[in-house]
Every structure is written in C-alpha cells, then in structure tokens.
C-alpha cells in the first residue's frame, strides 16, 4: 500500500484561491467517497477539515471545500488568509482485500 | 466537546514494548458506529494510520505493523491502549490518537512524542 501523492508545496497571496491535489488509485481514492482532509500547524495536532470527500465539519470556515474525480481528491480553500498557512494531509480508505487507512505526504502552503 | 489525551513513557529502548493509553471524554466508545485510532509522525515526516478500535470490539491494524501492534478498549474507564512491540528508533514519532465517527479521524490528541533510544 502506497501514500497518496500530493504536491510538496502551494503556494497564494491573500484573497487568492488554492488548490491542493491528492492522488491515488482505484484501490482507494477512485473506490469509496471516504477522503478527507487534515490541516496542520507548525508544533499542532492535525485537524479535520473536509471528510467523505466534500464535507465540513462544524466550525469549519466555508472557504475549504472538497472535490474528487476518478482517483484524484482536491482540496480548495478560497479567500486565502494568513492564518490558512499550514501543512495538509489527505487521507483515504483503501480497503478492497485488506482494511487500510491511507495518508498522502503532505503538503506546505505558504500564503505569501 | 469531544477531547483527546494520549499518555505513556517519552522515551523507550529499542526491543522494548511501548505502551500509550488515549484517554477521552464528551463519547462513548459503546455508541453505535463510534471508533478511535491511533495515527503517528515521526519528526518532520508525514502522517501514518496504525490501528483502530470500534464500539463493537472491531479492530483493524495497519498491515505493515500488524505484527507488532494491539489495541485495546475500556470503555468503563474510556481509555484505549495501543502496544506496540520490539521498538526500533525508526519508531520515533509523535503518537497521536483520534476520535473516528466514520473512516476519519477527528478531533485528535494533542500528541505524545516518543523517543526509541538506548
């Protein structure tokens, strides 16, 4: 079992919108609506931003949204904000044979 | 609210086991569809799912540890309990364990780093 392939870095000025990307195959990402997406800040614990592909948590800004096609998630957040500087993760299920809960690498944005 | 706490020794020698308990509160580990998992990091590195515990006593390993990991549920105390065995100081990481109302995971522990060293 492989991690997802996200780009090491993103990078927006203030107001801008971004987009995170998060590729997998059809074993996991492309199989089952169970994506979701986690921010981190520098020294923090991971918190849920987006789940089964396109869903906010309470008290989670409407700027992040969630998206998929075929084997690739994207993560959007609009309006970028200083504070939205963080890492992110992705993570799906890849069950098929085996239960299997997968992370993608990660990713730095830098909201410039 | 929903809150995490994990616990258990900072720094254990390699081939020991190393145990963490995750203490929780505002759930109940004996609600339908609830389940808490285990997820670690080591320095500078990416996340890594380890294993997770459901209402039900069902409990799922990452299969490249599965050899080596055990997860355990008191649900009186409201505590779950990862053991993970023969520590190597590839193992060094932050341990965090989270709340998993589906196949995700929140709202998380603050972490706990353990170090593997002689």
């Known amino acids: 079992q492989s991690a997802l392939t996200q780009p090491a870095s993103v990078s927006g000025s203030p107001g801008q919108s971004i987009t995170i990307s998060c590729t997998g195959t059809?074993?996991?990402?492309?199989?089952?609506?169970?994506v979701s997406w986690y921010q981190q800040h520098p020294g923090k614990a991971p918190k849920l931003m987006i789940y089964?592909?396109?869903k906010r948590p309470s008290g989670v800004s409407n700027r992040f949204s969630g998206s998929k096609s075929g084997n690739t998630a994207s993560l959007t957040i609009s309006g970028l904000q200083a504070e939205d500087e963080a890492d992110y993760y992705c993570c799906s299920y890849a069950g098929s044979s085996t239960f299997y809960v997968v992370f993608g690498g990660g990713t730095k944005l830098t909201v410039l | 609210q929903i809150t995490l706490k994990e616990s258990g020794p900072t720094l254990v020698k390699p081939t020991q086991t190393l145990t963490l308990t995750c203490t929780f509160s505002g759930f109940s580990l004996s609600t339908s569809g609830v389940g808490v998992g285990w997820i670690r990091q080591p320095p500078g590195k990416a996340l890594e799912w380890l294993a997770l515990i459901y209402w039900d006593d069902d409990k799922r390993y990452s299969p490249s540890l599965k050899s080596r990991l055990t997860i355990t549920k008191d649900t009186s105390k409201n505590q779950v309990v990862l053991t993970m065995t023969n520590m190597d100081p590839v193992d060094t990481a932050t341990y965090y364990c989270?709340?998993?109302?589906?196949?995700?995971?929140?709202?998380w522990g603050q972490g706990t780093l353990v170090t593997v060293s002689s």
């Open positions: 059809s074993s996991d990402v492309g199989s089952y609506n169970l």
């Open positions: 089964e592909v396109s």
């Open positions: 989270a709340h998993s109302p589906g196949l995700w995971f929140g709202p």
